[in-house]
């Protein structure tokens, strides 16, 4: 049970970074093709990208520390 909740977690992480380089990426591109869209705004272009990458190292860290519990409680099942 707590390998397949390591391998949710991992998939979580995966996903979570992969949102964030494709929401980037896309993000650059329009940018890069309609510039005058986001002259009219008052933040910079790249701001709801700050924001993904907060979201995303938030993620991360729950998961990790989640992580951490799972390799701590599967060694104590081993050892018993």
């Known amino acids: 049970m707590l390998e397949r909740f390591n391998r949710i977690l991992n998939i979580i992480m995966g996903s979570a970074v992969g949102v964030l380089l494709g929401h980037g990426i896309y993000l650059y591109w ?3 093709t309609r ?3 986001y002259e009219m705004q ?3 272009w790249y701001t709801s990208i700050l924001v ?3 979201v995303t190292v938030c993620v991360l860290i729950l998961c990790f520390i989640m992580k ?3 390799r ?3 060694r104590e099942l081993e050892e018993e």
């Open 30 to 32: 329009d940018y890069r």
């Open 68 to 70: 951490l519990y799972i």
């Open 72 to 74: 701590k409680r599967m």
């Open 35 to 37: 510039p005058g869209l």
């Open 52 to 54: 993904y990458g907060l």
């Open 42 to 44: 008052s933040a910079p």
